[in-house]
C-alpha cells in the first residue's frame, strides 16, 4: 500500500482542513465488492501522483458519522477535497484510465 | 507478453462463471489460456450477488463473491494467465486476432473466447442518471446499508428484483416491489420468500415515470398505472432497478454477427461464432436461461470448441 491514511470519524475534518494538496477520500467498506475491485487502482494512483493529491480512506461501518456527514448513498464514492470542501464527486468503481481522467485537474 | 509472431492460443475475455470455466477447461489442455477479467469488473455479474443457493454442489449455498473467487483460484492452479484490465479494442476478423486493452498494452491470439456478461438495464426516465448514487442505485448488496430505517422501491418482477427486494428488507422500514405487469417471472421459492416477508409489498401494473429529488437526493418517484393509465407519487428515499440485462457487445459490434436483441449469434449446438477461431459462451449469447450454471457450462464448451478449432488449424 502506498501512503493512504486512514480516516475516522474523530480526525475526518481536521485531516482535511490541514492538507497541504487535494484528497480524494475513498468511502469504502470490508463487503462492498466494487470497493475491493478499485481500491489497488486508488494505491497506483496515491504512488504515482504523491505530490499532486492525497489519498485517504474512511471505512463506512467503523466510522458511520463522518460518512453520514458526507451524505454517502453509494460506495465506492470518492470524494475529491480541498481545503475541507468537496469540490469533485466520484461514484463507483472505474478502471484507473477513467479515474485518472476524471482527476486530471488535480493530478496535472 | 504475445506478439504476431507469437500469439497465444487462446485469449478469453470475461471473467464471470463462463470465463473463468473456459480458463479451467483451456488451462487444463495446456493451452495457457489469457484471460482479461476487467479493471473494475472482475468476477463479474455474481461480484454483487449475495447468497447463492442453486449452483449444484454447494449444499448450504455459498456467497456470490467467494464463489467467483475459488473459481478464478481453479484457473489459476492450471495457468490460466490473468489480465486485471479491460479490452478496449479488438479486431477478430483475421487469422491471428489482436487486442488492446484499457492501459494500451497490445496482445496477438490465435483464438479468442468471448465472455463479456451482460449489463444493467436502465430505465431511460427523467432523473435516473442525475441521482445514481443519491438514491438511485442499481446494486442492493453494494448500497442497502445506506438506507437504514427508510422507504424504499425496487422496479422488476424477475428473480434479481426480488432477491434484492428480500434483500433490502434487512435494512429498509419498508420495501415496494413495483412491477409493470400483476404477476412475476421469478421462481416460484423466491416469490413465496416475499411473499412472506412482512416490510415487502408488491405494486403491480405500475411503472416509475420520474425519479424526483429533494436537496440532491432522490425523495419521490412518480408513477403510471399500465392498466389504467392513472398517475402517481410515492414517497422513497432508495430506487433499486432491477429490470434486466443486456448483452455487453459493445466491443464487437460491427464485427460479429447479432440477433436482433444484440446477443452473439453462434452456431446451433455450439459456442462457435460467424468468425473462425472466434467463440462466444454465457450471457454474452444466452437470453433464455442466465444462470451461473449455464454459463459456466457455456464456458466450458466453448474452451472445448477452442481446442478443437486449434488442433485442426
Redesign the interface.
Request: proline share 6%; charged share 15%; hydrophobic share 35%.
Given at each position: 500500500m502506498a501512503n493512504m491514511k486512514v480516516l475516522t470519524d474523530a480526525s475526518f475534518a481536521t485531516e482535511l482542513k490541514s492538507a497541504t494538496t487535494p484528497v480524494l477520500v475513498d468511502f469504502w467498506?470490508e463487503?462492498?465488492?466494487?470497493c475491493k475491485?478499485?481500491a489497488p487502482?486508488l494505491d497506483e494512483i496515491a504512488g504515482e501522483y504523491a505530490s499532486k493529491i492525497q489519498i485517504m480512506k474512511l471505512n463506512?461501518d467503523e466510522h458511520p458519522a463522518a460518512a453520514q456527514a458526507a451524505?454517502?448513498?453509494?460506495?465506492p464514492?470518492m470524494n475529491v477535497y480541498v481545503n475541507g470542501e468537496v469540490v469533485k464527486?466520484i461514484?463507483?468503481?472505474?478502471?484507473?484510465?477513467a479515474l485518472v481522467a476524471e482527476l486530471a485537474e488535480f493530478l496535472n | 507478453m504475445s506478439t504476431t509472431e507469437n500469439p497465444v492460443e487462446v485469449a478469453i475475455i470475461g471473467s464471470g462463471p463462463a470465463g473463468y470455466t473456459a480458463g479451467i477447461y483451456a488451462a487444463r489442455a495446456q493451452l495457457k489460456p489469457l484471460l482479461f477479467e476487467g479493471?473494475?469488473?472482475?468476477?463479474g455479474a455474481l461480484?454483487?450477488t449475495t447468497e447463492v443457493e442453486n449452483f449444484p454442489g454447494f449444499e448450504t449455498g455459498i456467497m456470490g463473491?467467494q464463489l467467483m473467487q475459488q473459481m478464478r483460484g481453479q484457473a489459476e492452479r492450471f495457468g490460466t494467465q490473468f489480465v486485471t484490465?479491460?479490452v478496449v479494442q479488438a479486431d477478430l476478423n483475421q487469422p491471428i486476432k489482436y487486442l488492446k486493452d484499457?492501459?494500451g498494452n497490445e496482445y496477438w491470439a490465435k483464438s479468442v473466447i468471448l465472455a463479456m456478461g451482460s449489463g444493467y438495464r436502465e430505465l431511460g426516465i427523467p432523473g435516473e442518471k442525475e441521482l445514481?448514487?443519491?438514491?438511485v442505485?442499481w446494486?442492493a448488496?453494494?448500497?442497502g446499508?445506506?438506507?437504514r430505517e427508510q422507504v424504499i422501491a425496487v422496479v422488476g418482477g424477475g428473480d434479481s428484483a426480488v432477491e434484492e427486494a428480500t434483500f433490502l428488507t434487512r435494512f429498509a422500514s419498508k420495501v415496494y416491489l413495483i412491477h409493470r405487469r400483476d404477476s412475476l417471472r421469478a421462481s416460484k421459492i423466491m416469490v413465496a420468500r416475499a411473499e412472506a416477508d412482512p416490510k415487502l409489498e408488491f405494486v403491480w401494473n405500475t411503472e416509475v415515470t420520474e425519479a424526483v429529488a429533494k436537496d440532491?437526493?432522490l425523495n419521490q418517484i412518480k408513477t403510471r398505472n399500465t392498466v389504467t393509465g392513472e398517475a402517481g407519487v410515492m414517497d422513497v428515499t432508495?430506487l433499486f432497478i432491477a429490470i434486466g440485462h443486456d448483452p455487453r457487445n459493445e466491443l464487437v459490434k460491427g464485427q460479429i454477427d447479432l440477433d436482433d436483441q444484440g446477443y452473439v449469434l453462434v452456431k446451433s449446438g455450439s459456442t462457435a461464432t460467424n468468425l473462425p477461431g472466434v467463440f462466444a459462451c454465457g450471457d454474452l449469447v444466452d437470453h433464455t436461461y442466465r444462470q451461473a450454471i449455464t454459463a459456466a457450462g457455456s464456458g466450458c464448451a466453448a474452451a472445448l470448441d477452442a481446442e478443437r478449432w486449434l488442433s485442426h488449424n
Open positions: 467498506a463487503w462492498c465488492g466494487p475491485q478499485v487502482i463506512i451524505m454517502i448513498t453509494s460506495i464514492t464527486q461514484i463507483g468503481a472505474k478502471p484507473k484510465a | 479493471a473494475v469488473t472482475a468476477g461480484m454483487n463473491p484490465d479491460d484499457d492501459r445514481s448514487g443519491h438514491g442505485s446494486c448488496t453494494c448500497d446499508f445506506f438506507f440532491g437526493k432508495g
